[in-house]
T-cell receptor, first 116, second 115 residues
Framework: AQKVTQAQTEISVVEKEDVTLDCVYE???????LFWYKQPPSGELVFLIR??????QNEISGRYSWNFQKSTSSFNFTITASQVVDSAVYFC?????????????FGTGTRLTVIP | GAGVSQSPSNKVTEKGKDVELRCDPI?????LYWYRQSLGQGLEFLIY????????KSGLPSDRFSAERTGGSVSTLTIQRTQQEDSAVYLC?????????????FGNGTRLTVT
């Protein structure tokens, strides 16, 4: 079973629209971190945010906001007033407590296209 | 500061040839990962190095793939007798410490094309 599910393979929005990227995770651990990464056309994945399992506070950073809900095992990412520069592939990741690579799981990514 | 550096950025090779891909992690980062990203696909874990510990090779797809990390710094991923299905972008990432709360810092990747 997938540890991290990003059901939306591709999304297209018109500039200035809001868009939410979904991420659902699965774990039996009580201690874990969730991450979002952005991969622009240049190819380099860029770390955006991490959230630990004990902190369900939503976070806002400029036009970006994240909604973490343990009750639904979701960590959704919303971009407000989207811009063309937001066009990228976005990856959600889960890291379970531990120090090995076998504790880190990526979703398959959501490709966001913002149309001018 | 300097990020994760990968070379070459692009590599075209003929089927059956060997290739070496290089990763120079951020100085001081103890953990190093290799991932493979095929066209339109997610990240496929290949191998993980942590300090002087034995690497986690559980993601290597076949014995044609191997990797080394010398002196706890630079890493080389070697693919022997390349096949067309090896065509992909190979991403390297490092993190300052092992542990589940450490974000990864990625390089730009090496795009490998096997003809």
């Amino acid at each position: 079973a997938q540890k991290v599910t990003q059901a939306q393979t591709e999304i297209s929005v018109v500039e200035k629209e809001d868009v939410t990227l979904d991420c659902v995770y699965e774990t039996r651990d009580t201690t874990y971190y969730l991450f979002w990464y952005k991969q622009p056309p240049s190819g380099e994945l860029v770390f955006l945010i991490r959230r630990n399992s004990f902190d369900e506070q939503n976070e806002i950073s400029g036009r970006y906001s994240w909604n973490f809900q343990k009750s639904t095992s979701s960590f959704n990412f919303t971009i407000t007033a989207s811009q063309v520069v937001d066009s990228a592939v976005y990856f959600c990741a889960l890291s379970e407590a531990g120090t090995g690579a076998n504790n880190l799981f990526f979703g398959t990514g959501t490709r966001l296209t913002v149309i001018p | 500061g300097a990020g994760v550096s990968q070379s070459p950025s692009n590599k075209v090779t003929e089927k059956g040839k060997d290739v070496e891909l290089r990763c120079d992690p951020i100085s001081g980062h103890t953990a190093l990962y290799w991932y493979r990203q095929s066209l339109g696909q997610g990240l496929e874990f290949l191998i993980y190095f942590q300090g002087n510990s034995a690497p986690d090779k559980s993601g290597l797809p076949s014995d044609r793939f191997s990797a080394e990390r010398t002196g706890g710094s630079v890493s080389t991923l070697t693919i022997q007798r390349t096949q067309q299905e090896d065509s992909a972008v190979y991403l390297c990432a490092s993190s300052p410490y092992p542990g589940y709360n450490s974000p990864l810092h990625f390089g730009n990747g090496t795009r490998l094309t096997v003809t």
